[in-house]
């Protein structure tokens, strides 16, 4: 069982929610009075987890969970609710990178990833998962407030003989139910800044595996480093020299995935811009056909 299906059962399972992704991280910047005493750096992991309930409506969450050193176990530190978090900074829209920001209510935290390419799933994921949160709030809204409108207009059809000439209570609680909704405002979305295009447009599966592939190749290779053992003479050279071939090649396969990813970008970009250009094609056609058609 890898470490994202062990968090998942041990926290997220037993209370009614649902992992979309963790990413291992360390604090980028530690501030620290000069005057206050360093004790000993904790020995533990970091993780960031998003997850969904599976209650109506689904609630979008940020989860802080920790794993201390000598500890199989999992513990939940802090959580907010997507509401709260105001903003995501990538730090670098050129090009990949480890690190990033979240920015909510009451605290902001600055974090490095064990790879740029562990952040650019889990910011992948956090978008769209934020899109399809905020998406279905305001369907939700749309719809209550359309069966408002019906509920009254069936109501006021049904007792219009007995209105006239005297107030009616139920028009008075309709009028407040009516002031409430128009000054109820959703919340603020989340903003994506400085996040490359790539994590945030309609090319997000393909990139999807193609970063997946990158941070298991990644653990593969830090796998392979942390599992070699120094020996003397030749053997460590010949361990030294197996390294050096096995990094080489991770680097090399993870700058092909990168052509590609970036080759298929352009494609699915190209795709949708095309798409785009037949769309408005097809909507001038059907205008003219209307037009030569009276």
Known sequence: ????????????????????????????????????????????????????????????????????????????????????????????????????????????????????????????????????????????LGKSRKMGKESQRGRVDKSDQELAGAGHPDTYEFKNLQARRKSFVLPKHTEFINCQSKLTQDARTMNLVIYRCKAFLNRVKNLMVSNQ?????????RNRAKGRSVGNLVQRVNVTLGERGDRLTRAEDKTVELTHKVQQFADTAHKLALKYSK
């Open 1 to 140: 069982m890898n470490i994202q299906s062990a968090i998942n059962k041990e926290i997220f399972i037993p209370r009614d929610e649902r992992m979309l992704v963790a990413v291992e991280v360390r604090r980028r910047k530690k501030k620290r009075m000069a005057f206050l005493p360093t004790g000993p750096k904790g020995d533990y992991a970091t993780f960031i987890c998003v997850s969904v309930t599976n209650t109506r409506p689904p609630q979008l969450l940020i989860t802080k969970v920790k794993r201390f050193g000598g500890s199989s176990s999992f513990i939940r530190r802090s959580q907010w609710r997507v509401e709260q978090l105001q903003q995501v900074n990538g730090i670098n829209p050129n090009k990949d990178s480890p690190e990033f920001d979240l920015v909510f209510d009451n605290a902001m935290d600055q974090w490095v990833a064990n790879s740029s390419a562990d952040k650019c799933i889990f910011v992948q994921i956090l978008y769209h998962a934020c899109q399809t949160h905020w998406e279905g709030k305001a369907g939700g």
């Open 229 to 237: 053992s120094p020996s003397p003479g030749q053997g460590q050279m």
